[in-house]
């Protein structure tokens, strides 16, 4: 069956690029377009589509506000199409707070090489959000829901449409006590920002070792991401910078568009933060800073892989957990996109699966403990 797709934009420019691009995929098929916010959330809930690309900024009512009611009134994958300026990132960071599930630059160029490589991003990116078993709402307490049932409902009648036919089920979980901890990295994609809030603003002011966040993020979102992070969090929060030292109770996210990397210097973990080279796909990438970690810590480590795209993070954690370290992946049932996580899964290095909501109280637990 073929993804049903809406585009909302209020540039007819922009509506026929997408529609053209999306077009390419014989899996998707266009069945409307909307000018402004309040056009997407009549036709949203007309013709319920299965995905909804929606821009920012527009007339009657912006992309934010239409995410909101979209969401309350027939939940829907959402994904965000935003200008390249700070407040263009908070705007997106609004939109994904309200339940949006993914965004990506109006400036595609920036994505990829010629037309047909943004195009193939695109599709790909729509095609995940509609092919996922059920719905994943992870707004925010104060925006407005819709009543579980009704979300549950929405996305049973989009899974009999779009559910994969075939589910391999990952080998068995080994469960075992964190090894000795010195560094949390996380890696995650699309559905990552909420989840990475949602972690973090859980964890006490004194969480006992450094974190680095590796999220897939073009430059100029992760700025305005970790300054949100901190404002929200007990843990300080930063953007990652070249010479950074890694210290306890802090949490540094890998800057858009380069790649973040981990040394020891005179027994101090510090960041190095350097241009992608030729073959580094992701930018920033998680397997890029596991293998650096690898390097500078052995096994001391504990990589958490969270919801997301591909199998970014696969290669690097196989290597820590040769060495010792632990791997813990996010469930597919709190996932956004379930395939970073399954990546790890299938390939037998996971020491827990744990849904989002469990992840910072085990990581509390058991790095303590772990440290002591």
């Known amino acids: 069956m073929t ?18 691009m999306l077009s390419m995929s014989s899996e998707i098929e266009i069945i409307g377009a909307a000018e402004d916010g309040q056009e997407a959330v009549t036709l949203a809930a007309e013709l319920r589509p299965d995905v909804v690309t929606m821009d920012v900024e527009m007339p009657v009512l912006d992309g934010i506000g239409a995410v909101r009611q979209i969401m309350a009134r027939c939940p829907t994958s959402i994904m965000m199409f935003s200008s390249l300026t700070h407040e263009g990132a908070k705007a997106t960071l609004d939109a994904l707070d309200a339940g949006a599930a993914d965004f990506m630059p109006k400036n595609l160029e920036l994505i990829a ?30 925006v407005a829901v819709a009543p579980v049932a009704a979300v549950a409902s929405a996305a049973m009648a989009s899974a009999a449409v779009m559910a994969p036919q075939v589910n391999i089920p990952p080998p068995p979980v080994r469960r075992s006590a964190v090894a000795q901890c010195k560094l949390v990295v996380i890696g995650t994609s699309t559905g990552g920002p909420v989840a990475l809030r949602t972690i973090l603003s859980e964890l006490p002011e004194k969480f006992p070792v450094p974190i680095v966040m590796v999220q897939h993020m073009p430059s100029g979102f992760t700025q305005a991401f970790a300054e949100r992070l901190d404002q929200t969090c007990n ?20 800057p858009g568009g380069r790649q973040l990397t981990v040394q020891q210097v005179n027994g101090k973990l510090v960041v190095r ?17 596991l293998r650096s970690v690898a390097k500078a810590l052995a096994g001391q480590v504990l990589v958490v892989i969270l919801t997301g795209m591909g199998a970014d993070g696969c290669d690097g954690a196989k290597l820590l957990k040769g060495n010792g370290a632990s791997v813990w992946a ?26 989002l909501d469990q992840v910072a109280t085990a990581l509390t637990q058991g790095v303590k403990s772990s440290v002591h």
Not at 332 to 354: F, K, N, T, W
Request: glycine fraction near 6%; charge should be negative; include cysteine.
């Open 3 to 20: 993804c049903r797709v809406l585009i909302v934009d209020d540039s007819g420019f922009y509506r026929r690029r997408l529609t053209q």
């Open 113 to 142: 090489t010629d037309r047909e490589q943004a195009a193939k991003e695109i599709i790909d990116r729509v095609l995940a959000l509609a092919k996922q078993p059920k719905l994943r709402y992870m707004a925010t307490p104060s």
């Open 235 to 254: 843990i300080s929060v930063h953007e990652a910078s070249e010479g950074d030292e890694l210290k306890a109770g802090t949490a540094l996210l890998a």
């Open 273 to 289: 933060i350097r241009d992608s080279e030729e073959g580094e796909y992701y930018k920033p990438c998680v397997d890029v800073s």
């Open 330 to 355: 996010q469930d597919e049932a709190s996932c956004v996109v379930y395939g970073m996580p399954r990546a790890v899964q299938e390939a037998g290095i996971v020491d827990q699966v744990l849904s």
